[in-house]
């Protein structure tokens, strides 16, 4: 079945540590996205890919930083320089253009102590 | 001014009854409309979209369209306990020509039998 998979489900982290969460898709989209959710409020935007090799900052970019080395994967790093990382962290996919839905993974809520 | 507005609720709907969700939006050149239901933990999934004006009905589910007030909603018939979630608007963003989405910040919905 085609879909998104986000790993792990849960991530604990101690302050001032790197932690990578990571985005795989099997449904040949060409644009991905990271999204971040804190409790009571909608998506933000962090970064977002349309090709290979290429990838933009969205709303929220400070303390992340992204790669798309192939179409199916677009990992996120939540760097140390990012004050309040503790979130639930969604990454979706979907095809160029205006009329296109996001399809969204399962999400991985990262904890940091 | 946020880009895309929606009542946070709770919308409290005896089971049976209609639920009526709404979101309003500032890009008036936005041209795709999507609904998304989001159960408590878990991430969103796609139940509605709509791009021109007017209705669209799926199953119990009717959005509505009316791009001239920059509004849209979601009409739920016939509610039960499994509708109570947090639904989220979705607007397309015209500002460039990736399609990126923006997203309200959600309304949640408790059907009560």
């Known amino acids: 079945d085609g879909g998104i998979t986000q790993s792990p489900k849960y991530l604990f982290r101690k302050e001032g540590q790197n932690v990578t969460l990571s985005c795989e898709q099997n449904?040949?989209?060409?644009?991905m996205y990271w999204y971040r959710q804190d409790p009571g409020q909608g998506l933000r935007l962090i970064y977002y890919?349309?090709?290979?090799?290429?990838?933009q900052k969205g709303d929220i970019a400070e303390g992340y930083s992204v790669s798309r080395e192939k179409k199916e994967s677009f990992p996120l790093t939540v760097t140390s320089a990012q004050k309040n990382p503790t979130a639930f962290y969604l990454c979706?996919?979907?095809?160029?253009?205006?009329?296109?839905?996001?399809?969204f993974g399962n999400g991985t809520r990262l904890t940091v102590t | 001014q946020k880009e895309v507005e929606q009542n946070s609720g709770p919308l409290s709907v005896p089971e049976g009854a209609i639920a009526s969700l709404n979101c309003t939006y500032s890009d008036r050149g936005s041209q795709s409309f999507f609904w998304y239901r989001q159960y408590s933990g878990k991430s969103p999934e796609l139940i509605m979209f709509?791009?021109?004006?007017g209705d669209k009905e799926d199953g119990r589910f009717t959005a509505q369209l009316n791009k001239a007030s920059q509004y849209v909603s979601l009409l739920i018939r016939d509610s039960q306990p499994s509708d109570s979630a947090t639904y989220l608007c979705?607007?397309?963003?015209?500002?460039?020509?990736?399609?990126?989405?923006?997203f309200g910040a959600g309304t949640q919905v408790v059907v009560t039998p």
């Open positions: 979706a996919s979907g095809r160029t253009g205006n009329n296109s839905p996001l399809h």
């Open positions: 890919s349309q090709i290979v090799n290429d990838f």
């Open positions: 709509i791009y021109s004006n």
């Open positions: 449904l040949n989209h060409d644009a």
């Open positions: 979705a607007v397309n963003s015209i500002t460039d020509s990736w399609g990126k989405l923006q």
